[in-house]
């Protein structure tokens, strides 16, 4: 297992680069199950979860996956096995993502339910329930999703609560549903539109992502594309985060600020001084910090995967911070390990209290999932001394070539073997 040391104190200078996002590519390659043609992916991000849905895409029957730096070439001429077995779901539950295009396209599917993870139970209910009003037939048995539906229909699907790759699932397998589905209460982040984008590319026909309701009108087939995958608004929020508790004066580029707009808000409500561009933000972070409440909040708010960023930057702050977390029910891991940093945090249910004006120190600390890592390397740049961060395979699961991208914007930050 290997680790990040990283020694906190130095400020950044230069330019962070922002890659594609996880939560876009990863719907994007499922979609991929949709066509017997070449699916060309741009801007696509090489981090372990990419690698993962890679094998499950060819546990199908997906020819070998072709890379040319970031332009990834998938193709399934034919699905041999419809099946993302329990090995590999447990390690990625994204991919559940595969269950809609495989009834879609060869009318059954045999998915690993993804069972829970650190940051909550994380059910998949609400694509089930969904899937069933187009039509399909989804017993639950020995751990297993077993979908049967050889003639998907459209259906008018109000979703219970907002659920991103419920949503995505969704609309996959409505591409090819006989007539016209229209699902509301839908999610609306970026990642969503951007397959929307994708699969019109491909022949289908898709109106209304990003806003509370999208409409599909089925398609007998879909055939090839090449997609140019969003930039990733989270890792370009982490930079963000790092920039500010570090008090650097750097750029994060390739991005999308529009994409950004309720943790710019946040980041100039605390007083980051930030200069916002067409595809750039330049971070100022030379005044103080102060405290800022935050909820967390399904799109356009600010996103959950960027708490635990926050809560460290909030650590540094003047004040205290309020921090309630609305989407999962257990996304404070974190918090014991920034503790053993010198963070004076208490939490409270959803909420977490914490005191700004504590100087952190470094220490041995361990990844639970992929953003608290995230949050253990934004607080390890101010941390006086070093700190070594265990299980860095969780952040390579969404952050690619972090410790590089921050070496060579002047953090002293390396990977132990
Ligand atoms: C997506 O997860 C993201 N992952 C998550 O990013 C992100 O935190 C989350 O959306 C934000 O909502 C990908 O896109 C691959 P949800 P997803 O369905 O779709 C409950 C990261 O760090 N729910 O929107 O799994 C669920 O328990 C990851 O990159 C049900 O109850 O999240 C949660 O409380 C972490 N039943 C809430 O809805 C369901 O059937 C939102 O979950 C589905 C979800």
Known sequence: MDKIRLRGGRRLHGAL????????????????LLTKDPLILENAPEVRDVSTMNRVLQRMGASPPRREGSRLTLQVPEIQSPEAPYELVKTMRASVLVLGPLLARCGR????????CAIGARPVNLHIAGLQKLGARIEVEHGYMVAEGKELRGAEITFESKTVTGTENLMMAATRAQGRTVLRNVAQEPEIDD???????????VEGAGTDTIEIEGVE?????????????????????????????????RCRPDHLASVLEKLKEVGVRLEVGEDAIHVLADGPLRSGNLLTLPYPDFPTDLQAQYVALMTQAEGTSIITESIFENRFMHVGELRRMGARIEVDGHSA??????????????????????????????????????????IDRGYEHIEEKLQRAGADIERLR
């Open 17 to 32: 680069r922002v890659s594609g996002a996880k939560n876009a590519v990863l719907p994007a390659m499922a979609a991929s």
């Open 195 to 205: 397959l929307a984008i994708l699969l019109n590319a491909m022949g289908g026909r």
């Open 221 to 253: 087939d879909l055939h090839g594309a090449t997609h140019h995958v969003i930039p990733d608004r989270i890792e370009a929020g982490t930079f963000l985060m790092a920039a500010a508790i570090s008090r650097s004066d750097v750029r994060v580029e």
């Open 109 to 116: 599917g045999r998915v690993s339910l993804p069972g829970g």
């Open 353 to 394: 209290v914490v005191h700004g004006g504590t100087p952190l120190t470094g220490a041995q600390v361990m990844a639970t999932d992929l953003r608290a890592s995230a949050c253990l390397i934004v607080a390890g740049l101010v941390a006086e001394g070093e700190t070594v961060i265990d299980r860095a395979y969780h």
